[in-house]
C-alpha cells in the first residue's frame, strides 16, 4: 500500500497578541486578514493537515471559528505550563476544542528546547506536561510537537519510549502520510498564499536545497 505524501501547515498566533513573546516568536504571528487568506488557500489543497502551536488565545478566538466555517480540522498542540494564563487556552477552552472533534496534542511543558534536557526535566516535558493535558481532555494525549522545532536523536527516543504515536517538527517539507515524525511547514508573517503555495509545490532544485539545509540545521544544531 503506498503512503502518500502529505502537506503538514502549521500555524502560530494569529492577530494582537495578549501576552509577552519570546524573542523572535512575532516572526510566527499573522494578521486576522492574513491567517484567512493562507487557511482559504491550504483547505483547498489535496492532503493537507492543519495545526495550531503553542495555545495561544487566538486558537479559540479566530483559528476554531474560521476552522468550523470552513469544515476543516486541525490539531492543537498545547504548551501544559501556559494553560489558563492570559493569552493562553484555559481549561474550557481546551474541552471546547475538543467539543467540536479537534484532536490535541501536547507542546511540552514550557516551550523550552527538547534537545539537552535532564532526566527530571524530560519527565516533565513528555510525561508531566502530557497528563495535565489529558485530565481536561478525559481522553489520552498521544502526540506531540517539539517546541522551536529542535530535535535530535536523543529527543526522538525520548518521545518513543514515552509512547508517542506520532512526533510533529517543523522542517519545511512534505511529510508521508502514516510516518512517525512529521514535518511541517511553519506559516511565517510574510507568508501569503501565492508565496506559501510556491514554498510547497513550486520550489525549483536550489529552493528545495535551501529549505532541507534549514532543516538539517534546526534538527542538529
Keep these: 500500500m503506498t503512503d502518500h505524501r502529505v502537506i503538514n501547515v502549521l500555524f502560530h498566533g494569529i492577530g494582537t497578541p495578549r501576552r509577552e513573546l519570546e524573542p523572535g516568536e512575532d516572526r510566527y504571528w499573522v494578521t486576522v486578514d492574513r491567517f484567512h487568506a493562507i487557511l482559504d488557500e491550504v483547505v483547498s489543497w489535496p492532503r493537507v493537515r492543519l495545526s495550531f502551536d503553542d495555545g495561544n488565545a487566538s486558537d479559540l478566538e479566530v483559528g476554531l471559528p474560521a476552522l468550523l466555517e470552513r469544515q476543516a480540522s486541525a490539531t492543537f498542540f498545547l504548551i501544559a505550563g501556559r494553560l489558563g494564563e492570559p493569552g493562553s487556552v484555559g481549561a474550557d477552552g481546551v474541552r471546547e476544542l475538543r467539543r467540536y472533534g479537534m484532536p490535541v496534542g501536547s507542546h511540552g511543558m514550557w516551550h523550552r528546547p527538547w ?50 504515536n506520532r512526533v510533529f517538527t517543523s522542517d519545511r517539507r512534505p511529510a508521508r502520510a502514516g510516518a512517525w515524525l512529521q514535518p511541517r511547514y511553519s506559516v511565517r508573517a510574510e507568508d501569503t498564499p501565492e508565496s506559501l503555495r510556491d514554498i510547497v509545490f513550486g520550489q525549483g532544485l536550489l529552493g528545495r536545497a535551501r529549505a532541507s539545509a534549514a532543516g538539517l540545521v534546526k534538527r542538529w544544531r
Aim: net charge positive; hydrophobic share 30%; with cysteine.
Design 115 to 164: 534537545r539537552g534536557l535532564t532526566p527530571r526535566q524530560a519527565t516533565e516535558e513528555f510525561h508531566t506536561a502530557r497528563d495535565r493535558i489529558a485530565e481536561l481532555t478525559g481522553e489520552p494525549v498521544d502526540q506531540a510537537a517539539c517546541p522551536l522545532g529542535r530535535y535530535d536523536r536523543t529527543v526522538l527516543s525520548r518521545l518513543r519510549a514515552a509512547g508517542y
